[in-house]
C-alpha cells in the first residue's frame, strides 16, 4: 500500500498553524491585537505572521486565501474543543489567561487537521485499492471463463476427430453434431 501524504496546501496549513505556536513562543503573546507595539502577537497574529514570513509567492489574493483556510481550521477545531466561535474570541477571553494555552490549542488544531486530512487520503486511497482490487477480480473472472471456453472448444473438436487449432468456432461443433444425428 502507498504511504499516505498530505496535499501541499494541506502541508502548508499544518506548518502554518505549528509555526503561530513557534512564533507566539519566540516574540511573545498578547491580547486584543493582532500585533502588540511591543512585538507580540494573539493567536491570529502569529498565524499572519508565520504566513508573511513563509508565503513570499503568489499574489495577494492567493495569501487571503491561504490565511482564511488556515483560520477556519482553526476556528473549526476551537469551536469542537472549547466554549468559544472563533480563535479569536478563545484568545481574548478572561479564561485564557497565558501564552501556553493558546499555544496548546494552535498544535492541537494542526495535529487534528492533519489526522483528519490523512485519514480522508487513506480512505480514498483503501477506495482506490478496492477499486482495483475488484477490477483485477474482473479481469481473472474474465480469464478463467475464456479459459474455460477453449477448453470446451477442444474437447468438442477432439470428439469430432478435428485439430483445435484449425476448428473454427463453437457454433460449427453445434451445427455438425446436428447434422451427424
Known amino acids: 500500500m502507498s504511504e499516505a501524504r498530505l496535499s501541499a496546501i494541506d502541508q502548508v496549513i499544518v506548518d502554518a498553524i505549528r509555526g503561530g505556536a513557534e512564533i507566539i513562543e519566540r516574540d511573545g503573546w498578547t491580547k486584543g491585537d493582532l500585533h502588540a507595539p511591543t512585538g507580540e502577537h494573539c493567536a491570529l497574529g502569529a498565524l499572519d505572521a508565520w ?30 474543543t472549547t466554549r468559544y466561535s472563533n480563535v479569536a ?5 478572561t479564561r485564557t489567561t497565558y501564552a501556553g494555552q493558546v499555544t496548546r490549542k494552535l498544535r492541537e488544531a494542526a495535529a487534528w487537521y492533519e489526522r483528519t486530512r490523512l485519514a480522508q487520503v487513506m480512505g480514498s486511497l483503501t477506495e482506490v485499492e478496492a477499486a482495483l482490487k475488484a477490477e483485477a477480480k474482473a479481469e481473472k473472472k474474465a480469464a478463467k471463463a475464456e479459459r474455460r471456453e477453449q477448453r470446451k472448444i477442444k474437447r468438442k473438436a477432439r470428439r469430432w476427430g478435428r485439430s483445435p487449432v484449425t476448428w473454427p468456432a463453437e457454433e460449427q461443433v453445434t451445427d455438425k453434431a446436428e447434422e451427424r444425428v
Open 51 to 80: 504566513l508573511t514570513e513563509h508565503t513570499r509567492h503568489g499574489t495577494a489574493l492567493e495569501y487571503l486565501r491561504l490565511r482564511e483556510q488556515v483560520q477556519q481550521v482553526v476556528n473549526l477545531h476551537v469551536q469542537d
Open 89 to 93: 474570541r478563545f484568545n481574548d477571553a
